[in-house]
């Protein structure tokens, strides 16, 4: 049966034309992207900040229109098709100006303030940025885009010398550490580190005065799968929560199948062509 690995709905099939001999197969991929406030600016160190620009997103909207056949909603860091991925239904956020507007009042911001953020001139993501903009003017807050060269956004983003950023990833780890190790683990938050291949440290999120840093240790030990996967979903709700890296999307590989093809066995990481069955 063509499904994920776990806690998602069936590998999305669509006809094409009524005529068509072929159907599309779309898979979700361990391929996020996301918006990351820089901890760098005080302003944007208050949780209550953090989760506002959380509300600031129409998701539905997007996944239905700029996302469309190549992204689907996904807030949680770990990619959906992973071991230890909470359900999609677990995620809380939607757009809610009202909510957003109170915490910005809430973290001392009730006329918002002025920004810079930083995207690659690629698409989707001055079409994110636009999104996140439109958005965020509508509560006071005034973001200002500055389009650039994936090699200039990602020297920008490792040195912290950035305000706010929508960057993107590719694990090819099927496990929930292969992201958590990077997006929620950053031991020594200090400049000196210089823990650039983590870009929980490239945002100064301070994770270990989470207790994350003890946390994520044990659950990489953690040898009952079922009390592991309670330990990551713990994680992630707590990365829902504080993480000043909000996942928007998760990109969807499309493939093509002719329709005499009875079964293709995938999941979000692995395609299994030897399996292939016909009718």
Request: with cysteine; glycine share 6%; aromatic share 10%.
């Amino acid at each position: 049966k063509n499904t994920l690995l776990h806690n998602r709905k069936s590998v999305h099939q669509t006809g094409g034309t009524p005529n068509s001999d072929t159907r599309l197969l779309s898979i979700p991929t361990p391929s996020p992207w996301y918006l990351g406030l820089c901890q760098c600016d005080p302003d944007l160190q208050k949780v209550e900040v953090r989760q506002a620009f959380k509300w600031l997103v129409d998701y539905e909207q997007l996944e239905n229109t700029v996302m469309k056949n190549i992204g689907i909603t996904r807030q949680s860091v770990v990619p959906l098709g992973s071991f230890g991925a909470i359900p999609a239904e677990d995620e809380p956020y939607s757009l809610d100006l009202e909510k957003a507007k109170a915490l910005m009042a809430e973290a001392g911001f009730p006329d918002g303030f002025k920004k810079t953020l930083i995207v690659d001139q690629e698409f989707p993501f001055p079409e994110l940025a636009q999104h996140v903009q439109e958005n965020a003017a509508q509560i006071g807050i005034e973001l200002e885009i500055q389009q650039m060269a994936a090699a200039q956004l990602y020297g920008q983003f490792r040195a912290r010398d950035f305000e706010l950023g929508i960057f993107s990833w590719t694990t090819d780890v099927p496990d929930a550490h292969g992201m958590i190790s990077r997006h929620v683990y950053n031991p020594d938050n200090s400049d000196a580190a210089k823990a650039t291949m983590l870009p929980a440290w490239r945002v100064g999120w301070d994770t270990d005065a989470l207790g994350l840093t003890e946390k994520i240790e044990a659950a990489k030990r953690e040898i009952d799968p079922e009390k592991r996967k309670q330990m990551y979903w713990e994680i992630q709700k707590t990365q829902l929560e504080h993480s000043p890296l909000i996942y928007l999307f998760q990109q969807i590989d499309n493939i093509a199948v002719r329709n005499e093809v009875k079964e293709f066995p995938v999941t979000s990481f692995k395609k299994y062509y030897s399996l292939i069955e016909k009718k």
